[in-house]
């Protein structure tokens, strides 16, 4: 049996509520079945809205700003950022021989592993990468009932903290 379950933690109160009510009692009962269970603490990674929101100022950009002669795409543009970030704030980064021989590949972590204090930072930098490049990005906000990204004014690129 496959089952999993994955709890966010935001203060002491729910944490231990969650404990209490959600993981122990599921936990005694897959132990008393003869199940061996991992379990596991991490930092949490980022958030649904802060993709949405990366992706949506990486649209803003790859629509506005031309790189190497012509214009980008959000991934192309994405892989950029988080390169230069990642060098400026000394998060490892590797440069490989590509598989096919030709050129050089560069590998860092992607989005998806990076902890929710993390990508804010990635938010951030962009911002004041924006700034300088002129970028006007278009600002979002995540509808607490939907989820839905909701457009709620232009604004040109804030200038860095």
């Known amino acids: ?37 991992v379990l596991e603490l991490r930092p949490a990674t980022r958030s649904t809205e802060q993709n949405a929101k990366l992706h949506a100022m990486l649209g803003d950009i790859a629509k506005q700003i031309e790189w190497a002669g012509k214009k980008r795409d959000i991934e192309t543009w994405k892989r950029l950022l988080v390169a230069a970030w990642s060098r400026a704030t000394g998060e490892p980064l590797e440069y490989l021989p590509a598989v096919d021989g030709h050129g050089v590949d560069i590998v860092f972590r992607r989005t998806s592993q990076m902890t929710v204090g993390e990508v804010g930072e990635l938010i951030e930098f962009i911002y004041a990468w924006g700034a300088e490049a002129g970028v006007v990005f278009t600002e979002r906000d995540i509808d607490p009932e939907t989820g839905e990204i909701v457009t709620y004014r232009r604004a040109p690129a804030r200038e860095a903290a």
């Open 1 to 37: 049996m496959s089952e999993r379950m994955i709890v966010r933690c935001w203060n002491p109160q729910q944490a231990h509520q969650a404990m209490s009510n959600q993981i122990w009692p599921m936990l005694k009962a897959h132990l008393v079945a003869g199940r061996l269970m």
